[in-house]
């Protein structure tokens, strides 16, 4: 396995690895992996030739008071798990290699990147998408993998390799989650055991939501009413949004049909978690 540091020391690489015709699987990552991340590396393991992984906190898809600064990494630990799982290349670039002085472009994806996340976080999918499209420039995947748990970016991406016509095909794999339902995440490491405790009203409310759906009850306001009260029962956890959508163009719906999105967003303590579940209804 090779860890690059540096743009024209991958692109060479690169080169290398089409000149074969091996068919690269790429696992865009911020770092500070877990197992979530670990079942892309595994996915892309068993159908790629030649698997990449990019560990790179990128700046320009955190907000200003965000946790940029405080992001864990730990390029050590990654690199040991990456190499255990039979990755070939890790691209790790810093900052300038990415954003040099003077640079001015962007990929936005429109509408899918209002709600939601969107809304509380502006100008985050604009920092995923152009990251995203720098890295699929350089690494020239032909399967990208990305997960679950980020349901509305996986939406948006896809959206964006359609719209652009990247030549591509993207996998979104099933979040993993805990044991107690706890979805996994780098930012848990934020978690004091308590707050972790708590935390676990997002997958509680979702569950409850998908057992009120399979019981019938079509009414939107009704299942958000009773996540909201769950997450109202634990003290240290603070709403920020539940959207009940559909599966494609992430519209909220008041009367359900057909399959669902349920996303929330909640701070425990000063840590922000997501999670989502799609429910057939
Ligand atoms: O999902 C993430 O970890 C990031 O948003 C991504 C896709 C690696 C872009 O920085």
Redesign the pocket.
Known sequence: MIIIRTIPELKEAIGKVRSMGRTIGFV???GYLHQGHLSLVKAAVKECDFVAV?I?V?PI?FGVGEDFESYPRDLTADAQMCQQEGVDLIFSPGDQDMYPGGYASFVEVEQLTQGLCGRGRPGHFRG?TT??TKLFNLLEPDIAY??QK?AQ?ALVLKKMVEDLNMNLTLKIMPTLRDEDGLAMSSRNVYLSLEEREAALVLFKSLTRAEEMIQGGVRKASKISGAMKEIIAGEPSAHLEYIEIVDTHKLDTMEELEAEVLIALAVRVGQTRLIDNMIVEV
């Open positions: 865009p990552t911020m990019s790179y990128n898809q995923v990251v995203v990305f997960g980020d970016q």
